[in-house]
């Protein structure tokens, strides 16, 4: 059986990322597939068995749900099996603010669990996240055998990550003192993006299992550009996806 994957970036250039990773494990060179509403998956294919698609799928929550439920839509309509899961595993990747120590400058960090980092509402109590407003949830967590396969798999290559939440948010941290609220909220956080929980509940509405792949360019606190990391980051994205291109991808389907 082919396992189907599904890696969703913000921007271009993590996708060009994510499929140089995957280039030396493909069989192909990578098929161009059209979605509806403008979008495309780049198809790479490991013979039979393993089928990943990358999209390009928008900066922020709202932008990348929509792009991915449009893909998993589009792959439940066309995969022929209607009784299966539209993919095995869908994986938020790319570049991310890291919480230090926890999570320095080019290393990876793999989701224990994405979490809504800002959504709920402010009191004069302090935050309250949007469970406590009984309006829904604002955590996903990811299976702990997922990721210790993914995290082992990491590790024998010689990359080592952090598994622990990793946070989204809708406006990047950019200061010190929203930096300690975040952290004091949310203990044991290791990264922050803008797209993880956006992935997550359009993979869950089709229950396919869903993982957080991040990449650390930057420090979460003060913006200082010349510190970042970008291209280092990147490569590290590069690296851990041909690492897992070899391993958890072609293995037995997540559950």
């Given at each position: 059986m082919v396992h189907r994957i599904l890696i969703v970036t913000a921007v271009a250039a993590e996708a060009d990322s994510v499929s140089a990773g995957l280039a030396p494990v493909a069989t192909a060179a990578p098929e161009h597939v059209p979605l509806p509403g403008g979008?495309?998956?780049?198809?790479?294919?490991?013979g039979d068995r393993a089928r990943v698609d990358v999209l390009?799928?928008?900066?922020?929550?709202?932008?990348?749900a929509a792009a991915t439920g449009t893909a998993l839509a589009y792959a439940s309509l066309t995969g022929g099996a209607p009784e299966r899961r539209p993919y095995d595993l869908v994986v938020s990747a790319g570049?991310?603010?890291?919480?230090?120590?926890?999570?320095?400058?080019?290393?990876?960090?793999?989701?224990s669990a994405i979490v809504a980092a800002d959504l709920g509402a402010e009191t004069p109590d302090g935050y309250l996240a949007v469970e406590e407003l009984g309006f829904g949830r604002s955590v996903h967590p990811v299976s702990g055998e997922l990721t210790g396969r993914i995290a082992a798999a990491l590790a024998a290559g010689g990359v080592p990550c952090a598994?622990?939440?990793?946070?989204?948010?809708?406006?990047?941290?950019?200061?010190a003192r929203r930096a300690a609220e975040l952290t004091e909220r949310h203990p044991?956080?290791?990264?922050?993006?803008m797209?993880?929980?956006?992935?997550?509940?359009?993979?869950a509405g089709y229950g396919v299992p869903v993982v957080e792949l991040r990449a650390v360019s930057n420090a979460?606190?003060?913006?200082?550009?010349?510190?970042w990391r970008i291209g280092d980051a990147l490569d590290a994205l590069r690296r851990g996806v041909l690492l897992l291109g070899r391993t958890v991808f072609v293995e037995a389907p997540c559950t």
């Open positions: 979008l495309a998956l780049r198809r790479h294919a490991d390009v799928g928008g900066v922020g929550p709202a932008s990348v570049i991310a603010g890291g919480f230090q120590p926890t999570a320095p400058l080019g290393s990876l960090v793999v989701s598994v622990a939440p990793v946070l989204t948010v809708s406006t990047v941290t950019g200061g044991g956080a290791a990264a922050e993006a797209e993880g929980f956006g992935v997550a509940e359009a993979a979460v606190g003060p913006r200082d550009r010349a510190a």
